[in-house]
């Protein structure tokens, strides 16, 4: 994908890729979804690392803006699928700031990333919350394919445990 933007004849809105010149607006984004989420505890990375992140290639963050404001952002990791030998790209959050909600721009957010991924034909897959009954109805709407799923997760403080010598 080229760093050009990309556009529907929809509405004003263009959907670019986030440089590191990025960083600032990534970064309120990311804990204004982490805040929306009741997960604001959860965000550790400083605005200052942003930047960094935001030059790796396999960091995909993509940027919708309307008259030069950013209104909403998806994020995803590309890495190698074991099963298949080949790449997926692993959606980290959707997020549309409000008063931009149910405007398209999440739909334009979610094209974008598919026009990344078409060229390669990677997978593109997610987790949402059980209870988030209307991103799941706005994932079906996309077509996608809702399967239940445990999300595990293990802490250093946890696993630490089983490491010897510690």
């Known amino acids: 994908m080229t ?45 200052d690392q942003w930047h960094g992140l935001l030059e790796r290639p396999e960091v995909v963050v993509l940027l919708a803006e309307r008259d030069g404001a950013a209104v909403g952002y998806v994020s995803a990791i590309r890495r190698l699928h074991l099963w298949t030998g080949g790449d997926v790209l692993d959606l980290d959050d959707l997020y549309v700031r409000p008063g931009h909600r149910d405007t398209g721009v999440g739909r334009r957010l979610m094209a974008a990333l598919a026009t990344l991924a078409a060229p390669e034909q990677l997978l593109i897959r997610w987790g949402t919350e059980v209870d988030n009954i209307d991103a799941q109805r706005f994932y079906r709407r996309l077509g996608a394919t809702l399967r239940p799923k445990i999300l595990a997760a293990w802490t250093p403080a946890v696993y630490g445990a089983l490491v010897p010598g510690r």
């Open 3 to 47: 760093d050009a933007p990309m556009t529907a004849p929809t509405a004003a809105v263009v959907i670019r890729r986030a440089t590191p010149a990025d960083t600032t607006e990534v970064a309120a984004m990311v804990r204004e979804i982490a805040a929306h989420e009741d997960q604001a505890a959860s965000v550790h990375v400083p605005d």
